[in-house]
């Protein structure tokens, strides 16, 4: 989704691949398509999207992700 932008380079969203099994939740809840699976991990596609909901971060059965919604 590139029509939606907040502020650049500022958004606190981390995933730890090494944390990361791959189940696909976080792109499957995420509103704006910040996260692609590749190769059995999730990656982070477009960072500046994020609006910091946290939805990834309560779907995320390995706690891969973290987000401080409201800083960016």
């Known amino acids: ?3 939606l932008r907040y502020l ?3 958004s606190t969203l981390r995933l730890n691949e090494d944390l990361c099994i791959g189940c696909g939740l976080c792109a499957q809840v ?6 692609t699976l590749e190769n ?3 990656g ?7 609006m910091e909901c ?3 971060v309560n ?3 390995s706690k891969a992700i973290e987000v401080h919604p409201g800083v960016g």
């Open 1 to 3: 989704m590139t029509a």
């Open 30 to 35: 995420c509103p704006h398509q910040v996260f």
């Open 40 to 42: 059995g991990k999730a």
């Open 8 to 10: 650049k380079q500022v």
């Open 59 to 61: 779907n995320c059965p």
């Open 54 to 56: 946290g939805a990834c």
């Open 44 to 50: 982070i596609i477009d960072l500046d999207a994020c």
